[in-house]
């Protein structure tokens, strides 16, 4: 019984192999691009525009705003939730905020959450405050502002950043607020 | 230990008051929205900030120093913090000081700023062009003023909160910004009475509503149409890197020349060392330059090389 002879066409391989550079090339200039960006995003910021909650630093509600700026980011349909919620230890509130953020055809829906009993608003001293004592406005403003912050950040992969890649991007971090929360 | 429990005393400070008239210290405000929200929505304004708190009190010690150092120079004051209104305006303001000098009285207001902003101010107008809107609505504050107290000329009492340093502005009346005001009163008074809030700015404007109190209730559209391009121009970025390479020498070169240009003055005619130099005074013809515009660009490094 005679073998059948398979013949292996070379040309689509080629192509596929060629396909794969392509892609490889393609992933590698997006890969420098976001990185270029990101870069850009630092560089335009400086040491106020960051704290220090334990040792990650977090981009702060001004410094969102500038890259905001810079990148041409812009929002809208914004809209904050209130939600009165109640457990043992009282009433208290939850504000959730949510809008569209767009950069050129990219188009994302970004939250932003604060509530009454968040560690800066709602307690002192390692107590929780009454309701009463509590700047409500400020509350609600903050998540509006984690809002912007989520969505800027989401669009431009500005997450999980070190304190290495701010000191490269010239960014003297020990110049930066450290924030803490007092237990008691 | 001291700063931690200043702190703590600040914060409990931090409050905000009750608002059914328009005040004259806000009246020159550029936004309806934010004038309306003062009105109708107080309670729900987000109150200042430590350093904001901060910031207004050691405005109110300045005030208080600025009036004694007046009572200690011989002015004679008649009034202080003294309430006015106009009540067909609903417009209220408390006037700093009233003065009596020359036979006449003077409404003042005292305004502390860094040196940064006393050295920028100079005349009304520099207030009206300023960069900042809470700078511009000054002379609203003193329009108001001056309509309040039925007077045809305020001062403008600013003091450098480094140097303590006083300037004074003389204001006049001024009927193009008092009919500004009064139409600004009865428009906020008949929307607050319909209950309608003025329509969101199309333009969002980043020194004024990215700073508001109101923000989170105003929430405003943010449109921004000039996104940053990724041009990838090989010429371009060898030109760029170029220019980054002989910046320290041309800076240098700057630094050189201005020192030469100094120690050689006068010299008309020298040999020094290797160089022949001559010089001679030039008379530098006025004249004046066109209005035009250009472009002006900014050159930032992402990365250090």
Redesign the interface.
Known sequence: MRQEVIQVAKEPALIEHDALVELAEKSEKRIE?VK??I??AL??TNHRDWVLIGSEPYLTASGA?KV?????????????EEEEREDEKGKFFMFTCKAKFK??ETEIEAVGTSSTRSKFFGWVKGKLRELHEV????V??T??TNCILNGVKRLLGLRNLTLEDLK???INIEKITRVTFKEG | MIVEKIQEFIEKKKRITPCHVNRASEIGHPCYRYLYFLRTAWDQAQLPTYKQQLVFDEGKLQEKAVLRLLEDAGFDIVATQRPYEIKELKLVGHIDAVVFINKSFFPIEIKSMSPFFFESLHTVKDFLNHKYAHIRKIPFQLQAYLMLAKLKEAVLLLKNRSSGELKEIVVTQDEKMQNEIRVKCQTINDLVEKQVAPEIHEEFDETICSMCRFAHICLPDVKRKDELKLIEDEELIALLEKREQLKPFHDEYLEVDKILSKRLEGIEKAIIGDFIITGKWVKRREYKVPETTYWKKRILRIKKP
Not at chain 1, 135 to 138: E, G, H, M, R
Request: proline share 3%.
């Open positions: 691009a270029k960006i870069r850009a560089r335009i705003e905001a700026r810079l990148f041409g980011i812009s929002w809208y349909d914004m809209k904050i950069l050129g700047d409500i406005p400020s609600k403003k998540a509006m490269s991007a010239g």
